[in-house]
């Protein structure tokens, strides 16, 4: 039978993340990665705001 003590007493694992190993090249200086809110140069992509509304 099933008793509601016995699932609040049993661990848990929520979620696990798995990263994968990246090798660091093409990066910004220290201080132009700060200016620029990443040291990656690959993943630099300024926010540009179209004048015109397309909507």
Same mark, same amino acid.
């Given at each position: 039978m099933y008793r509601h003590d016995d699932y609040l007493c049993k661990p848990k694992e929520?979620?696990?993340a798995y @990263?994968? $190993?990246q @090798?660091?090249?093409?990066l910004f200086s220290?201080?132009?990665?700060f200016d620029k809110g990443t040291l990656?140069?690959?993943l630099y992509? $300024?926010?540009h705001q179209n004048k015109k509304n397309k909507c």
């Open positions: 929520y979620a696990r @990263i994968l $190993p @090798i660091y090249e093409n220290c201080k132009e990665g990656f140069k690959d992509q $300024p926010y």
